[in-house]
């Protein structure tokens, strides 16, 4: 059960993570960020977070961690 455990944390803090380098770190020209342009005029540039990159990063870390467990619990 502390194996379980201890995978678990280890992707949610890997998850939370890539989350803070997607959001603040990154640029719109980056492959893993999750950011995205709202809005574009001569003179602004809004930029947001988009839902759908969010979810799909999220989905992807959430079937890392399930691989991983089915891996962990065929070595014991």
Known sequence: MNRKVGLFLL????????????IYESSIHD?????EIKQRTEDTLEIGVSNVKFIVGTVIFMLGGAVLSLLKR???
């Not at 492959?31 to 950011?35: F, G, I, P, R």
């Open 11 to 22: 992707v949610f803090f890997c998850c939370l993570i890539w989350l803070y380098l997607a």
């Open 74 to 76: 065929k070595s014991l």
């Open 31 to 35: 492959w893993w960020t999750v950011k």
